[in-house]
């Protein structure tokens, strides 16, 4: 369970009709977030979202802690922001838009495989196809860094940083946005563990809620 989910960040609108109807609406959708089964080293907490973006946003921040423990040191670590203007922005294909990253250390070897982004990106596309979500527009970027130390820090060994940033249109029935809303964070959970490297929950395992407390 996400916790701390507390509504909106929104841009000033004049009071009544309208505007408190879309507000209610977009509450309405987010509700879902809040409910969301993702697994239990993946720890979520709402964060502040964006008020420039759109005229409602809601975002969250998520570690891969294996320990399962807050205090423990994160593998991998990301954020998810939504976005929702009823104006459609052209660009976004429809109403929502989420704006991710994720980003975790890698294998030295992944710094030297010219796949890696191929492969980064699939991950986020496999994560949203398994879990049988409609998208669109989608768009983003995978950077891998190695870095390499000298002189005094010469025994440190190579480290590799992967970083997937990507934004896509979740494309939602009427009627059922809190539940698909819900399944595309909860979608971007599984690409944040895979990216840690987590192996898959077995058949019949279901994964719990990672809430930060």
Known sequence: MVSRISGTRSRPRAAGGPATSESSFFTRA???????GVRAELLLEEVPAPTRLAPHAVALSGEVVPSHLEDDEAIATGRFVLLHDPAEPEPWEGAWRVVSYAKAQMEPEVGHDPLAGQAGWSWLTDALDTAELGWAAAAGTVTCVTSESFGALVDRPPSVELEIRASWTPVLTP????VELAAHLGAWGDLLCTL???PPL???VVALSGTRR
Not at 30 to 36: C, F, H, K, M, Q
């Open 175 to 178: 009627g059922r946005e809190d």
């Open 196 to 198: 840690a490297g987590l």
């Open 202 to 204: 077995p058949e019949g």
């Open 30 to 36: 987010i509700s879902g977030l809040r409910e969301v």
